[in-house]
């Protein structure tokens, strides 16, 4: 059973490279990946493209919507690594830890850049740009 359909950009290296470690630990096939550049988000039409573009958006079993970190924390933890980002739900560190990720959300392609030397990727492959 699907527990969580995790919206992401495909464009993004590192997002793709999470994606893929997620389905890759994701054993018990709990959660469904859609880039949002693909013809399968055409199937989500309650999921507005424009602000799943600014931050990563998710639905649960229920069909209650999940942002950024929220996400994060909830496919790992579905996976058993959900520890990695409990601290960045707490509430001491809750609001930097959103803060500091609308920044890397928004840089996301430069970020990808300086850690991987990929800027965007294209049909599952990245490349210098």
Same mark, same amino acid.
């Given at each position: +059973?699907?527990k969580l359909t995790? =919206?992401?950009d495909?464009? %993004?290296?590192l997002?793709? *490279?999470e +994606?893929?470690a /997620? *389905?890759l630990?994701?054993t018990r096939?709990q959660? *469904?990946?859609i880039?949002i550049?693909?013809? &399968? =988000?055409?199937?989500?039409?309650?999921?507005?493209p *424009?602000?799943a573009?600014t !931050?990563l958006?998710?639905?649960?079993?229920k069909?209650? /919507?999940?942002l950024g /970190?929220?996400?994060?924390?909830?496919?790992w933890?579905?996976?058993?690594r959900?520890?990695?980002y409990?601290?960045l739900?707490?509430?001491i560190f809750k609001?930097?830890a959103?803060?500091l990720y /609308?920044? =890397? &959300?928004n840089?996301?392609y430069? !970020?990808?850049y300086?850690?991987t030397?990929?800027?965007?990727?294209s049909?599952?492959? %990245?490349?210098r740009?």
């Amino acid at each position: +059973m699907i527990k969580l359909t995790v =919206f992401y950009d495909g464009t %993004c290296p590192l997002c793709a *490279k999470e +994606m893929d470690a /997620l *389905k890759l630990r994701d054993t018990r096939q709990q959660i *469904k990946t859609i880039d949002i550049y693909s013809e &399968a =988000f055409n199937d989500y039409p309650q999921i507005d493209p *424009k602000h799943a573009n600014t !931050i990563l958006h998710a639905l649960n079993e229920k069909g209650e /919507l999940l942002l950024g /970190l929220d996400v994060t924390h909830r496919a790992w933890q579905l996976v058993g690594r959900g520890w990695l980002y409990a601290p960045l739900r707490w509430r001491i560190f809750k609001p930097a830890a959103d803060w500091l990720y /609308l920044k =890397f &959300a928004n840089n996301r392609y430069r !970020i990808s850049y300086w850690l991987t030397g990929n800027s965007r990727c294209s049909n599952g492959v %990245c490349s210098r740009k």
